[in-house]
Nanobody, 115 residues
Framework: QVQLQESGGGLVQTGGSLGLSCAAS????????MGWYRQAPGKQRELVAQ???????NYADSVRGRFTISRDSAKKTVYLQMNSLKPEDTAVYYC?????????WGQGTQVTVSS
């Protein structure tokens, strides 16, 4: 059973930085495609950044140039470095692992950016 555990959320001022981590357990070989998503109150969950099993990255337009997704395959961990944060980045951030058979989600971590 795959489990994902996010950490690193918190409260930061506009223009500040935060780093999120997503530690995966139960993945035996390699790393699947993984992504960071976020959901703000009253809004749908949206993709923030993805990293494929081959290491290719993709970003939402709203975060490109400010956020960076990376991974440490040996640690089975995916990271999201968030710089130049804005109040509109406030949301619960979720980690997702994409497998052929199904997807797995973490429980989420709150990021709040104060103006």
């Amino acid at each position: 059973q795959v489990q994902l555990q996010e950490s690193g959320g918190g409260l930061v001022q506009t223009g500040g930085s935060l780093g999120l981590s997503c530690a995966a357990s139960g993945i035996r070989v390699g790393m699947p495609a993984m992504g960071w998503y976020r959901q703000a109150p009253g809004k749908q969950r949206e993709l923030v950044a993805q990293i494929t099993s081959g290491g290719r990255t993709n970003y939402a337009d709203s975060v490109r140039g400010r956020f960076t997704i990376s991974r440490d395959s040996a640690k089975k961990t995916v990271y999201l470095q968030m710089n130049s944060l804005k109040p509109e980045d406030t949301a619960v951030y979720y980690c997702k692992a994409d497998f052929i058979a199904r997807d797995y989600w973490g429980q989420g971590t709150q990021v709040t950016v104060s103006s």
